[in-house]
């Protein structure tokens, strides 16, 4: 992709390009992924692209997704005009339009077919780590989007081609949580592998798992909001539904109830509204959007 006359953003987005999809390219073989947030047809089609690409990474298969939104020029250089658009790379070139191969047994029989044809270098024991945390890294992507059953199904796949990734498994606990499969997330638990069952990476996703282990019923969450909407000035009622509407999954409506007890009183029951709070961020991931701006509040109340 030539490079010259570009303005600064044009080249920026070439130099992404270049490092995320032509450099891989040079010995893997890449599917290319044109969509959108907006794309509800490049929304049913992501999980097949991820659960084939996780099936064939150690085979040298690298799945590259790119927002045309976020990436108009590059979208452009390749005359995308609908999407989804997906294309197969190798050395930097399109070998294949895969756009058409919107069901796992078409993606299969045309990745088979490629991978016949080209000196593609299978996954060594590095490479095959570098795919694992693409997936991860696409697994923490949906979880931040809030769409727990997707991560999960993305973590799956990893678990079933790297058994050994604390990573995960840590990521595929979070996101049944998030999807409010506490009983699965259990289950994944008890079945962790012993040399990975006592990771301190998986403390997240323990404490994640604990937090929604008691998690309400509807019926019984109306009640603790009829209970707290009474009763304002009720710290203990506030509580109590701060910590059933996290384990419902009501993330919101937990920090709002326990911001408002620390910005009523911060010191009541030993700083326990705080604690909480602190507790349900790193449930989430101190790294994630929504704790990021959860927090920017708590410090709002705290230090004015």
């Known amino acids: 992709m030539a490079s010259m006359g570009l303005n600064l953003d044009e080249q920026k987005a070439v130099d992404r390009f270049r490092k995320?999809?032509?450099?891989?390219?040079?010995?893997?073989?890449?599917?290319?992924?044109?969509?959108?947030?907006?794309?509800?047809?490049?929304?049913?089609?992501?999980?097949?692209?991820?659960?084939?690409?996780?099936?064939?990474?150690?085979?040298?298969?690298?799945?590259?997704?790119?927002?045309?939104?976020?990436?108009?020029?590059?979208?452009?250089?390749?005359?995308?005009?609908?999407?989804?658009?997906?294309?197969?790379l190798f050395q930097g070139q399109p070998v294949a339009d895969l756009t058409n191969a919107r069901s796992e047994s078409q993606l299969r029989q045309v990745l088979d077919q490629l991978l016949e044809k080209l000196p593609v270098?299978?996954?060594?024991?590095?490479?095959?780590?570098?795919?694992?945390?693409?997936?991860?890294?696409?697994?923490?992507?949906?979880?931040?989007?809030?769409?727990?059953?997707r991560a999960a199904s993305i973590f799956g796949q990893v678990v079933e081609i790297a058994p050994?990734?604390?990573?995960?498994?840590?990521?595929?606990?979070?996101?049944?949580?998030?999807?409010?499969?506490?009983?699965?997330?259990?289950?994944?638990?008890?079945?962790?592998?012993?040399?990975?069952?006592d990771d301190p990476a998986l403390a997240q996703a323990r404490t994640a798992l604990a937090l929604a282990e008691d998690a309400p019923d509807d019926s019984e969450l109306t009640d603790l909001r009829n209970k707290a909407s009474a009763a304002p000035a009720d710290r203990e009622a506030q509580f109590a539904l701060a910590s059933a509407a996290f384990a419902a999954g009501q993330r919101d409506?937990?920090?709002?109830?326990?911001?408002?007890?620390?910005?009523?009183?911060?010191?009541?029951?030993?700083q326990a509204a705080k604690a909480k709070l602190l507790q349900i961020f790193e449930a989430v991931g101190l790294e994630d959007p929504w704790v990021a701006a959860t927090r920017r509040k708590l410090s709002?109340?705290?230090?004015?």
């Open 121 to 149: 270098q299978a996954g060594d024991g590095d490479a095959q780590t570098q795919d694992v945390s693409q997936f991860v890294a696409m697994g923490e992507a949906a979880l931040a989007e809030g769409d727990g059953q």
């Open 164 to 197: 050994d990734s604390v990573a995960a498994h840590a990521g595929l606990i979070r996101a049944l949580v998030a999807a409010g499969d506490v009983a699965q997330a259990q289950a994944v638990v008890a079945a962790l592998p012993a040399e990975i069952a």
């Open 253 to 270: 409506e937990a920090a709002d109830a326990l911001l408002g007890i620390i910005r009523a009183e911060p010191e009541w029951n030993e």
């Open 300 to 304: 709002l109340i705290l230090f004015g």
């Open 20 to 88: 995320e999809v032509a450099e891989p390219s040079m010995t893997k073989l890449v599917i290319l992924d044109f969509w959108a947030e907006w794309c509800g047809p490049c929304k049913a089609l992501a999980p097949v692209l991820e659960k084939v690409a996780a099936e064939y990474a150690d085979r040298g298969v690298i799945l590259a997704k790119l927002n045309v939104d976020e990436e108009q020029f590059i979208a452009a250089q390749f005359q995308v005009r609908s999407i989804p658009t997906v294309y197969a």
